[in-house]
């Protein structure tokens, strides 16, 4: 508890919020050479609970499945057809799916460690992966485009059809920026930034808790009660936030795919 006052004041006894040095955290320890701090470990620790949790639940599959084994093929299914198929029809949706399924599980694994107690950080909270992500989903989209239609992928893309002539001079920069440029850059930007302003919001509500209880004490306890319940209803928030952020980046990276294997490609 001390740790909690010392993290929520200031050595003069005032109130000190949330810093961007949250998401910059000391090396906890050093293997071979490589450096493992707080989000590293985090994102360990994510990575071992999905990879865990796909095992136990496919490992043992039955015809008339256990409540265990209905959970993790709901969560398969969902992406299936909410996603995968619904978006790029059966045949695209299943030659992709194993792409938009590792997306989504991971964005969610990642996210939701910043509502869990003793992690409370997400691991999509720092550009590393937002940008990962996004550059696989742009190499994808390409891909997608070229393996198509090598021939017009590229200069549907640049010069779509339609357009009378004299106008690509304006349409063509704009389509090329919007594309091959803005794509992958709202991609990572969009999950980085709620991840991010999501940790310091809960930081922020429960370190002022922690402060108007601990430190300040007397009246400004009532402050403390408003700032928690302000804190449990974001916490709950913040599920919501790291499920739709999953869903967000999977169906983009589907939408783009299936907009590089359109007919007119």
């Given at each position: 508890?001390?740790?909690?006052?010392?993290?929520?004041?200031?050595?003069?006894?005032?109130?000190?919020?949330?810093?961007?040095?949250?998401?910059?955290?000391?090396?906890?320890?050093?293997?071979?050479?490589?450096?493992?701090?707080?989000?590293?470990?985090?994102?360990?620790?994510?990575?071992?609970?999905?990879?865990?949790?796909f095992w136990l639940g496919t490992r043992r599959m039955k015809l008339i499945p256990g409540r265990f084994q209905s959970?993790?093929?709901?969560?398969?299914?969902?992406?299936?057809?909410?996603?995968?198929?619904?978006?790029?029809?059966?045949?695209?949706?299943?030659?992709?799916?194993?792409?938009?399924?590792?997306?989504?599980?991971?964005?969610?694994?990642?996210?939701?460690?910043?509502?869990i107690p003793f992690l409370n950080i997400a691991g999509t909270s720092v550009i590393a992966v937002p940008l990962l992500l996004a550059i696989v989903?742009?190499?994808?989209?390409?891909?997608?485009?070229?393996?198509?239609?090598?021939?017009?992928?590229?200069?549907?893309?640049?010069?779509?059809?339609?357009?009378?002539?004299?106008?690509?001079?304006?349409v063509t920069p704009i389509e090329f920026v919007s594309t091959f440029i803005l794509r992958p850059i709202t991609l990572t930007l969009r999950l980085l930034m709620n991840m991010v302003v999501g940790h310091l919001l809960l930081v922020l509500f429960f370190t002022a808790t922690t402060f108007f209880f601990f430190q300040a004490g007397g009246l400004w306890a009532l402050f403390g009660i408003g700032t928690f319940a302000f804190g449990f209803v974001f916490t709950l928030f913040e599920i919501l936030v790291a499920v739709l952020q999953a869903y967000v980046f999977a169906l983009l990276t589907a939408v783009y795919i299936q907009l590089a294997v359109a007919e007119e490609h």
């Amino acid at each position: 508890m001390n740790l909690l006052v010392q993290a929520a004041s200031s050595d003069d006894g005032s109130f000190q919020g949330p810093s961007i040095n949250e998401f910059f955290p000391p090396t906890l320890f050093t293997i071979g050479g490589l450096e493992f701090n707080r989000i590293i470990v985090v994102r360990l620790l994510a990575t071992i609970a999905l990879l865990l949790i796909f095992w136990l639940g496919t490992r043992r599959m039955k015809l008339i499945p256990g409540r265990f084994q209905s959970v993790v093929e709901m969560g398969l299914d969902f992406v299936r057809v909410n996603i995968a198929e619904d978006l790029l029809g059966k045949k695209d949706g299943r030659r992709f799916l194993p792409l938009l399924t590792t997306i989504f599980f991971m964005v969610l694994f990642f996210n939701i460690t910043g509502i869990i107690p003793f992690l409370n950080i997400a691991g999509t909270s720092v550009i590393a992966v937002p940008l990962l992500l996004a550059i696989v989903a742009y190499v994808t989209f390409i891909y997608a485009g070229i393996k198509k239609s090598p021939k017009n992928f590229f200069k549907n893309a640049l010069f779509p059809p339609g357009v009378p002539w004299f106008l690509y001079i304006i349409v063509t920069p704009i389509e090329f920026v919007s594309t091959f440029i803005l794509r992958p850059i709202t991609l990572t930007l969009r999950l980085l930034m709620n991840m991010v302003v999501g940790h310091l919001l809960l930081v922020l509500f429960f370190t002022a808790t922690t402060f108007f209880f601990f430190q300040a004490g007397g009246l400004w306890a009532l402050f403390g009660i408003g700032t928690f319940a302000f804190g449990f209803v974001f916490t709950l928030f913040e599920i919501l936030v790291a499920v739709l952020q999953a869903y967000v980046f999977a169906l983009l990276t589907a939408v783009y795919i299936q907009l590089a294997v359109a007919e007119e490609h």
